[in-house]
């Protein structure tokens, strides 16, 4: 019998791959990730997603920032994973059947970081036309503003789409490349203390 959560993510990661595909030929950017957090729906563009993958063991890493949860070896790569609902000023994740780990490219001046957040559960790949993609609020949100780059309409409803490189933002990147540069021996020996 198939784990919920692998088929969940297999699903949404096939489903990411024809997007992108399709937004590669359409050169258009309006196709999004979405999943939930903290029973909120979110959105990510679909550009920035790599995969997705079942939550597994963390590594955890002392003294980190909370919303820093740990790194797993993805291929032999060191990638940091961000807990979202932490990293907007929440609690912790509280990890459940449905929880998985989105792996998102960021482009940065020297070069790209593979970076790993935490969702309770992946939806699907939306189509937003940019005509139902509203401002950020104000005020009002339970995040930062800064960290919303729009409100899409879905269905009568608002997807909160995420800014991911505000979200992840240059004093993050410092500490996440500094993981990333450790080698998985020093990161073993910090766990282990």
Not at 58 to 77: D, H, K, S, Y
């Amino acid at each position: 019998m198939a784990n919920p959560v692998q088929t969940q993510a297999a699903s949404a990661a096939a489903a990411t791959a024809v997007a992108a595909r399709q937004l590669t030929a359409s050169g258009e950017a309006n196709q999004y990730l979405t999943f939930t957090l903290g029973g909120e729906m979110f959105a990510v563009g679909i550009l920035n997603v790599k995969e997705i993958i079942e939550y597994g063991s963390l590594t955890e890493i002392p003294m980190m920032p909370i919303f820093i949860r740990g790194v797993i070896n993805l291929r032999g790569a060191v990638v940091p994973v961000i807990d979202l609902a932490a990293r907007f000023g929440g609690k912790t994740t509280a990890i459940g059947r449905r929880t998985c780990i989105v792996i998102v490219e960021l482009q940065q001046e020297e070069g790209h970081h593979d970076v790993g957040i935490m969702v309770d559960a992946v939806s699907e790949v939306l189509e937003i036309p940019g005509k139902e993609i509203e401002p950020p609020p104000a005020f009002g949100a339970r995040i930062r503003t800064d960290f919303i780059a729009g409100m899409g309409k879905v269905n009568q409803k608002f997807v909160i789409i995420l800014d991911i490189m505000r979200v992840l933002s240059v004093d993050e990147m410092a500490t996440i490349a500094n993981i990333g540069g450790a080698s998985p021996q020093a990161i073993e020996a910090a766990a282990a203390n």
